[in-house]
């Protein structure tokens, strides 16, 4: 007997390079880290976090490959939660490396079943002063990608953890769409 059918998503040209990257041993990750002044209320920006993760599907997709077969398929969740983690340095103490933090948060399975692959990590450096960084696998962001999700969950957090009302374009028919453009000789671009 066969492996079960799987249904999924072709990789856009972009994915598929960065695919052949990780295939060669290097996982590229797209990180940001915000700094946040103030009071700040962990439960909204968990909220928030969430709901934009609901709305694009990009951050809950992971990516499956058949036995056999080089490429994989985007899977996308119905629903994910980021994976998400709180530092807080003891007392008296510093956050001393952060790029040290960084890197570790930058170690990424990209076939992590039935789960978003956005890890956020909230650095709590005192009461009022916080760094959330943000990690995704570059095959799902870029740093253009990353600015749009930080405005997103600013404006979530201020509306509570409610998400935008206006539908986003999701990534797979940007993905589908730079298919049917180079498939089609018509439609290929000009060089």
């Not at 003891?90 to 990209?110: I, K, V, W």
Request: aromatic share 4%; charged share 25%; with cysteine.
């Amino acid at each position: 007997m066969g492996e079960p059918a799987v249904q999924g998503f072709r990789l856009s040209p972009q994915q598929r390079h960065l695919w052949s990257l990780h295939r060669e041993g290097s996982i590229y990750a797209s990180q940001i880290v915000v700094l946040l002044n103030g009071d700040l209320d962990q439960r909204t920006l968990r909220r928030a976090l969430a709901s934009v993760v609901a709305r694009h599907e990009v951050l809950r997709t992971t990516f499956r490959r058949r036995s056999g077969i080089k490429v994989p398929l985007q899977m996308i969740a119905e629903a994910a939660k980021a994976i998400w983690n709180e530092v807080k340095p003891g007392a008296g103490e510093t956050l001393s490396s952060p790029q040290r933090l960084l890197e570790e948060r930058s170690r990424l399975s990209l076939e992590e079943p039935g789960g978003s692959l956005l890890r956020a990590t909230l650095v709590n450096m005192d009461r009022v002063r916080h760094a959330l960084i943000l990690t995704v696998p570059a095959l799902c962001a870029d740093s253009r990608s990353l600015g749009n999700l930080v405005a997103e969950i600013a404006e979530a957090y201020s509306q509570e953890g409610a998400g935008g009302s206006e539908e986003p374009v999701q990534f797979v028919q940007f993905s589908e769409w730079q298919h049917e453009v180079l498939e089609d000789p018509e439609g290929a671009v000009a060089r």
